[in-house]
């Protein structure tokens, strides 16, 4: 009973708790209803006040984000897989949103266990795109493209701003780098319906 969450009442485990939100994309569209288009996601610069996402704004990114994706060729999906190359910041949850939105899988990519790391989870889970917020990252998913570890990378979409090198390097290997604001745009103009 110690390890029972307080609201299970029986002794059959849970699957969820409201009959509206069965999937991670669900909690979301719940959110947004029951708060009413209220704050979403919170961010901040040092000693600076919190600065604020409605959930419309996080919506709307997140579908035009998730159909930039589709239409380079992603599939809406659970045999999708979509990496994530970056630390704690809203752009992560939009891209998580994205995965969700359209029944891709978000695989978080970590480099805590060593370079080795993401050599092992890009190919493991046959990652073709990542989205990574630096682009010092970017340049780490490119040192295993070159050296032919990681075969399947084509694709990644970078948060902050980079230089031209990366782009030219990129293409050198066969990896297309843009930014996530112009795969937003790209869904913005061509929208598709959540899956």
């Given at each position: 009973?110690?390890?029972?969450?307080?609201?299970?009442?029986?002794?059959?485990l849970?699957?969820?708790?409201?009959?509206?939100?069965?999937?991670?994309?669900?909690?979301?569209?719940r959110?947004?209803?029951?708060?009413?288009?209220?704050?979403?996601?919170g961010?901040?610069k040092?000693?600076?006040?919190?600065?604020w996402?409605?959930?419309?704004?996080?919506?709307?990114?997140a579908?035009?984000?998730?159909?930039?994706?589709?239409q380079?060729?992603?599939?809406?999906?659970t045999?999708?897989?979509?990496g994530?190359?970056?630390?704690?910041r809203?752009?992560?949850?939009?891209s998580?949103l994205a995965?969700?939105?359209?029944?891709m899988v978000?695989v978080p990519?970590?480099d805590?266990?060593?370079?080795?790391?993401?050599r092992?989870?890009v190919n493991t889970?046959?990652i073709?795109?990542?989205?990574?917020?630096?682009?010092?990252k970017?340049r780490?998913?490119?040192?295993h493209?070159?050296?032919?570890?990681?075969?399947?990378?084509s694709?990644?979409?970078?948060?902050d701003?980079?230089?031209k090198?990366l782009?030219?390097?990129?293409?050198?290997c066969?990896?297309r780098?843009?930014?996530?604001q112009?795969?937003?745009?790209?869904g913005?103009?061509?929208?598709h319906?959540?899956?």
């Amino acid at each position: 009973g110690a390890r029972r969450s307080v609201i299970g009442d029986s002794p059959q485990l849970l699957t969820h708790y409201y009959d509206d939100a069965r999937t991670m994309y669900e909690v979301f569209r719940r959110g947004f209803s029951i708060s009413e288009n209220g704050p979403c996601l919170g961010f901040r610069k040092p000693k600076q006040p919190y600065q604020w996402l409605s959930y419309k704004e996080v919506a709307e990114r997140a579908e035009a984000l998730g159909s930039g994706l589709l239409q380079q060729g992603c599939k809406p999906s659970t045999k999708q897989f979509i990496g994530v190359f970056a630390q704690n910041r809203p752009e992560w949850i939009i891209s998580e949103l994205a995965c969700y939105t359209y029944s891709m899988v978000v695989v978080p990519l970590y480099d805590t266990l060593g370079p080795g790391a993401i050599r092992y989870i890009v190919n493991t889970a046959d990652i073709s795109t990542v989205i990574c917020d630096k682009p010092e990252k970017a340049r780490i998913l490119l040192d295993h493209v070159e050296r032919k570890e990681t075969p399947g990378l084509s694709s990644i979409i970078l948060m902050d701003p980079f230089e031209k090198e990366l782009t030219e390097r990129g293409r050198c290997c066969g990896v297309r780098i843009q930014t996530m604001q112009e795969v937003e745009d790209c869904g913005r103009e061509s929208r598709h319906v959540p899956v």
